[in-house]
């Protein structure tokens, strides 16, 4: 099994490593092996660590911790689900937003434009990809929340009276809230989304498009027909990157979800609400004892969820794959 | 030359025009008689023959054809025309832009950003490189089968399909008529019809490339150009993919680029060749058509001494 | 012939179509999703690239007129000073501050400044960036040089994976929690790179791992033939070949780690003059993380040394981003 899995280990390969008579080479040898572990112990460390500091409160609480949506510090008790909640709705709608918007714009890198047009396409999304999360929160708090405050009112009377619309565009927003954090999530992750969904189309074979244009396909059949079906896996690992991302964005949402102190389950995306990193970074500056060890907990969910994420955007991306080379 | 585009494609639009009087191959011509024909035509009757192709079964009439990669001339001034219902062969050493004049005749070339056309390439008498020309049209009309068996990674049955549900037929039963006709044309329906909804790329490479052809006849085209189709596959499937050619041959125009020699001589009723000019300044080698002629004749008595070099094997 | 077989005639005869290329036969709804579809995609740029147009302009209109190289050497002026005391001489006298200079307002009135946080974020970075790139290209070294499919540099290649997606304010907790609460070292520049480090590294040897995979196999054969070892063929050969490729990738994962504040916010402390800010152990400041105080402080002065410090760390971090740009471009041209 280990010799058919390794494919680049020839004769060469196993020759260098098995010379062990050089002390520089074994020194350089074990020198780059302790940096890969490096790695290894960080993330060790991380999770020791970080769980260790948020144990109190874990060991208290229990499961109550994370399916709680009681959080009131004063009071010592600490259920985290209304930020859960927060950074899911939140992620969601950046999601929702950039998905679309990235595949159309590596769309357009890939298959409409001409090839000058397309540097430029990938220069834009490279220094969107570079301006700082703080300068996003920077220009939304100070430029735009007084304005979006105006829209979401407008959007709240108009929404008024009619079912579900009038829930999810509630009244009462300060121009900061779940759709604000939403909206500025959505830009920060298409650069990403765009990036990874771009490279995907670049590898659908010529040969494969052509055949669908010869055909008599119109440009977008042959994409609906060819490209999109044979790029699933890499869309779907896209998304995945960028919800890893979104959910760990911490100082723009910060300062643009709105903060409330006690989040509740809410499908109100008007209103304020408050998202895992945006907790820890107005709190854990001031906060010691057990609030400390609460907020800490936080960092340990997103450090879990990350993860998680991690091994099912592996599942997807194999299982669209296995698809693609007609497994069924 | 005035069409009429509600006429029926039985009908040659220009045959009444035709003074010459000739029992060349022609579309409403009963099978048996066309074969007759192409036997006794050798020689004695060639320049007859000739004259009433320029005049009634042209399909392609390209004349002054160049191709430029940006500044690079990749051809040079190809003037031929191809026949109706038969085979026509491009054929010359490697690099000599026989595939991108083939490509040049369903505008595929348009999909190459620096590609630029000069001359014109009438088809029925209209430039399919005039402005108004949609590409779409003319690769619904043109199809084309690619060097390397290009199958969607789809079931057989919705690779064939495709073409035809792109043209609107909707109905399942339509569309299994469709994909078993298609099938049955490309020799390939006993060897998947109990496996249509298994993925195409599950197939031999022979298969494919008759997938290929099936899911290129599948949209009724009046012409299927074919990019050295047999390149990739072993003799017995060349050998399987040649036989469909003849057959199909009676329903479509056919060109196909090739760079075998045999396989010309074999399939081929027209003949072109290509070869190439090195600029020995500039480096650049450019394409030219040196020899156009029925088959037998390039292979026979070329005019050319470098067609005859080269299908004497003396060059390249 | 059959009945079916007519019939089967009939189902592919709808299919054919007249030869002159000028009758439509593709329908005007196909031609128009077309038409929609590509515009659907050029308006998808338009939107994206909005947001880049908006900031920038918005950015430069509000710092122009604070910008210049006294605001960016200039200490903070601290909250009291910028809040109260400028042309409020009730407030001076209050402070004991001199009545009499204080009628001299413009003069006397504190100016706004964002030195320390140029240097901290120098020094943040420039620390941050000596300890995660050269351990990055080491450990890409060992997963494309020595590891490549063995199972440990597959886990490796996969944590990598992990640790590029582990929030950046994870980095920071993990820093404060390990190095701050646990070890007591105090809030300090160290930390707050230490914490950047962390979210450099997995970014580095990522990067620098797919430079390494572009180095000729031939190149390695050939120095190998010659007798050399595989440390030397690696520093001599296989390192010098991807050194551009190295460089861009380490210049963006730079880049990322000058714009981050999540993992500064609860490692570096505070600094307010150049002073302060030019130690590696001390508290310190970074652009990212003023502007972040600025926001939410509420100053006086506060709005316009953010725009101030927001066109900095951007004209900062945008050199870097595209000077990495030109240089992968020149090395994936040869």
């Keep these: 099994m280990q010799t058919i899995a390794d494919p680049e280990a020839g004769p060469e390969r196993s020759a260098l490593s098995a010379t062990n008579g050089s002390v520089p080479d074994t020194a350089f040898r074990v020198l780059a092996l302790a940096s890969g572990l490096l790695v290894l112990v960080i993330l060790a460390l991380i999770a020791i660590t970080t769980t260790q500091k948020a144990w109190p409160v874990l060991s208290k609480h229990q499961l109550d911790y994370f399916f709680s949506t009681d959080w009131r510090p004063n009071e010592q008790h600490f259920g985290i689900l209304g930020f859960v909640w927060g950074t899911v709705v939140a992620s969601t709608i950046g999601i929702v937003l950039a998905v679309p918007t990235s595949i159309g714009i590596a769309l357009f890198a890939t298959e409409v434009a001409p090839r000058r047009m397309r540097r430029t396409i990938t220069t834009v999304m490279d220094l969107l990809a570079s301006v700082p999360s703080v300068v996003f929160g920077l220009v939304g708090f100070l430029v735009l929340k007084p304005r979006l405050q105006n829209w979401y009112q407008a959007l709240g009377r108009w929404c008024e009276g009619i079912p579900i619309l009038h829930n999810v565009f509630g009244t009462g927003s300060s121009g900061t809230s779940l759709l604000t954090a939403g909206i500025v999530l959505a830009i920060m992750i298409t650069p990403i989304i765009t990036s990874v969904t771009r490279e995907v189309f670049d590898t659908v074979p010529r040969n494969d498009k052509e055949g669908a244009l010869a055909l008599g396909a119109t440009r977008s059949e042959m994409i609906t027909g060819v490209v999109l079906p044979h790029s699933s896996g890499g869309m779907a690992g896209a998304v995945m990157l960028g919800l890893g991302r979104a959910k760990g964005e911490t100082i723009a949402v910060t300062l643009l979800i709105g903060g409330v102190s006690n989040p509740q389950i809410t499908v109100n995306i008007l209103g304020p609400g408050d998202a895992m990193p945006s907790a820890i970074a107005r709190n854990l500056q001031e906060a010691s004892g057990d609030f400390r060890a609460a907020l800490i907990g936080l960092g340990v969910t997103l450090f879990v969820i990350t993860m998680l994420i991690n091994l099912a955007s592996r599942r997807i991306v194999g299982v669209f794959d296995q698809r693609l080379k007609g497994a069924s | 030359m005035s069409l009429d585009p509600n006429q029926p494609e039985e009908e040659d639009p220009m045959a009444s025009d035709s003074s010459v009087q000739t029992s060349e191959p022609r579309p409403a011509a009963p099978a048996g008689s066309a074969h007759d024909a192409t036997i006794d035509l050798t020689g004695v009757l060639h320049e007859q023959a000739r004259a009433a192709e320029s005049a009634s079964s042209v399909v392609f009439d390209v004349a002054g054809l160049s191709v430029y990669y940006g500044a690079f001339q990749a051809v040079r001034d190809v003037t031929l025309s191809i026949a109706w219902n038969e085979i026509t062969a491009f054929i010359g050493p490697s690099g000599c832009g026989k595939t991108t004049v083939l490509r040049c005749f369903n505008r595929m070339n348009d999909l190459i950003e620096t590609a630029r056309v000069e001359g014109s390439l009438r088809y029925h008498g209209v430039d399919l490189y005039d402005p108004k020309v949609n590409p779409v049209e003319v690769r619904r009309r043109i199809g084309m089968v690619f060097q390397k068996p290009n199958p969607f990674p789809k079931s057989i049955f919705d690779n064939v399909a495709y073409g035809p549900r792109l043209s609107g037929v909707r109905s399942r039963a339509e569309l299994e008529d469709v994909v078993e006709e298609a099938l049955r044309s490309a020799a390939l329906w006993d060897e998947v019809k109990d496996r249509l909804k298994r993925s195409a790329l599950g197939l031999s490479g022979g298969q494919q490339q008759r997938l290929c052809i099936a899911r290129a006849i599948a949209v009724k085209p009046e012409v299927i150009l074919m990019d050295e189709p047999c390149s990739a596959l072993d003799p017995v499937a060349t050998l399987r993919i040649e036989q469909l050619m003849q057959e199909l041959k009676a329903d479509y125009t056919i060109i196909i680029v090739t760079h075998n020699m045999q396989q010309a001589a074999r399939v081929s009723d027209r003949t072109a060749f290509f070869t190439v000019d090195v600029d020995t300044s500039t480096g650049d080698r450019t394409g030219e058509l040196i020899e156009y002629d029925r088959t037998e004749r390039i292979f026979s008595q070329p005019a050319d001494t470098r067609t005859e070099d080269y299908v004497t094997g003396r060059f390249g | ?334």
Excluded: H
């Design chain 3, 1 to 334: 012939m059959t009945a079916t077989t007519t019939e089967r005639r009939s189902a592919a005869g709808r299919l054919a179509v007249p030869t002159d290329v000028r009758v439509a036969t593709v329908t005007g709804r196909r031609l128009a999703r077309n038409r929609v579809a590509t515009g659907a995609m050029g308006l998808a740029f338009l939107v994206a690239a909005l947001p880049l147009l908006f900031v920038a302009f918005t950015v430069v209109g509000k710092a122009t007129n604070v910008m210049g190289w006294s605001f960016l050497t200039r200490d903070i002026p601290t909250t009291a000073a910028a809040t109260e005391l400028q042309g409020n001489c009730a407030a001076a006298s209050k402070y004991g501050g001199d009545t009499a200079a204080c009628k001299k307002v413009p003069a006397a009135a504190p100016r706004p400044g964002i030195g320390p946080a140029v240097v901290g974020t120098l020094i943040t970075t420039g620390l941050a960036a000596l300890l995660a790139i050269p351990l990055g290209i080491l450990a890409a070294v060992y997963l494309n040089e020595y590891g490549r499919a063995r199972p440990l540099a597959r886990l490796v290649r996969f944590m990598t994976d992990v640790m590029v997606g582990v929030p950046s304010i994870v980095m920071g907790i993990f820093v404060y929690a390990l190095w701050v609460v646990t070890m007591g070292q105090g809030r300090s520049a160290l930390a707050a790179s230490i914490a950047l480090a962390c979210l450099m590294l997995p970014i580095v040897v990522r990067s620098s791992e797919e430079m390494l995979k572009l180095v000729p196999n031939a190149l390695r054969e050939g120095s190998a033939a010659l007798g050399s070892r595989t440390w030397k063929t690696t520093l001599r050969v296989v390192l010098p070949t991807a050194l551009p490729g190295l460089v861009s990738g380490a210049m963006l994962a730079v880049a990322r780690a000058a714009g981050e504040t999540a993992p500064v916010l609860f490692t570096i402390g505070a600094a307010a003059t150049v002073r302060q800010a030019t130690t590696v152990t001390g508290q310190s400041t970074t652009l990212s993380f003023q502007i972040y105080n600025l926001i939410t402080n509420g100053g006086r002065l506060s709005p316009q040394m953010a725009w101030g410090a927001a066109f900095t760390l951007i004209v900062l971090v945008l050199a870097l981003t595209l000077i990495a740009r030109a240089v992968s471009a020149r090395f994936m041209m040869r």
